[in-house]
């Protein structure tokens, strides 16, 4: 395994939970940048190539999770950029949009740290809950 850690990129409109995802991320082998709406983090993908996976709130402010996936996959420097998308319980309507969009994994909040961590674990194909 690689002894870079890998670039994430957190877009929640609650910023305790984006630092509680980074502080459980960042003990393992991950450096993590948080973004609060799409536009912004739109701005910092197309600014930083080294993100290797995006967790996206669903709801934001403005411009939804899907949406900035939406804008991602037409982007040709970010469209096979993994998406793991964190959603509400009850929004099936969001899911199905997220699977059109290519999300690679869902996560449904209230959500584990543990079970998160080995979400994106199990798309980058290279971590495990051990790194912890």
């Given at each position: 395994?690689?002894?870079?850690?890998?670039?994430?990129?957190?877009?929640?409109?609650?910023?305790?939970?984006?630092?509680?995802?980074?502080?459980?991320f960042?003990?393992?082998?991950?450096?993590?940048?948080?973004?609060?709406?799409g536009?912004?983090?739109?701005?910092?993908?197309r600014?930083?190539?080294?993100?290797?996976?995006?967790?996206?709130?669903?709801?934001?402010?403005?411009?939804s999770?899907?949406?900035?996936?939406?804008?991602?996959?037409?982007?040709?420097?970010?469209?096979?950029?993994?998406?793991?998308?964190?959603?509400?319980?009850g929004?099936?309507?969001?899911s199905?949009?997220?699977?059109a969009?290519?999300?690679?994994?869902?996560v449904?909040?209230?959500?584990?740290?543990?079970?998160?961590?080995q979400?994106v674990?199990?798309?980058?194909g290279?971590?495990?809950?051990?790194?912890?």
């Amino acid at each position: 395994m690689s002894t870079t850690p890998r670039h994430l990129l957190v877009i929640d409109d609650e910023p305790f939970i984006g630092r509680i995802i980074a502080l459980h991320f960042e003990r393992g082998p991950f450096r993590v940048s948080l973004a609060e709406d799409g536009p912004s983090a739109l701005a910092f993908l197309r600014a930083n190539c080294d993100v290797e996976l995006v967790l996206v709130d669903v709801n934001l402010p403005g411009m939804s999770g899907l949406d900035v996936m939406e804008e991602a996959r037409k982007d040709p420097d970010l469209a096979r950029l993994p998406f793991v998308v964190l959603t509400a319980t009850g929004q099936s309507a969001n899911s199905e949009r997220a699977r059109a969009l290519g999300a690679a994994g869902f996560v449904t909040k209230p959500f584990s740290p543990n079970k998160l961590y080995q979400q994106v674990c199990a798309v980058l194909g290279e971590c495990n809950a051990e790194d912890l």
